[in-house]
């Protein structure tokens, strides 16, 4: 059911709230939704949405609420990782040789996953 994804990276906390703001605007104007249509889809009110596009400082789960509405999800991307996952979002298929199987391993180091049985704590 979720065809796009909306991504956030953790780098100047400025460009990434209005990076993440066009990306709601757009995918919003993409499936023709009005503010109104995208906060009836959510139970939330047409300023709280109206809000978030503006710049407003939502909570974390108006932010998962309205990327739901939009049929897309909302997730962090490792910064190493950015480039190909956006790579493979505009279809350019050779660029996306730096995602691996597990993108998140060798992340906190080589021994990350040896800690004497400690995976998944």
């Known amino acids: 059911m979720h065809q796009m994804s909306c991504f956030l990276t953790i780098s100047a906390t400025f ?22 249509d995208l906060a009836d889809r959510t139970g ?22 309205a990327a739901d509405g939009l049929n897309a ?8 990782k950015w480039h190909a996952v956006t790579a493979l979002l505009q279809g350019e298929a050779s660029s996306t040789s730096g995602l691996d199987a597990d993108p998140w391993q060798g992340l906190l180091g080589e021994s990350d996953h040896d800690e004497g049985g400690r995976d998944g704590q």
């Open 15 to 36: 460009k990434v709230l209005m990076s993440l703001q066009d990306q709601y605007r757009q995918r919003r104007k993409a499936l023709h939704f009005t503010q109104q």
């Open 44 to 65: 939330m009110v047409r300023q709280q949405y109206q809000r978030l596009e503006r710049g407003g400082n939502p909570r974390l789960d108006t932010l998962e609420l």
């Open 73 to 80: 999800k909302l997730m962090l991307i490792p910064q190493e």
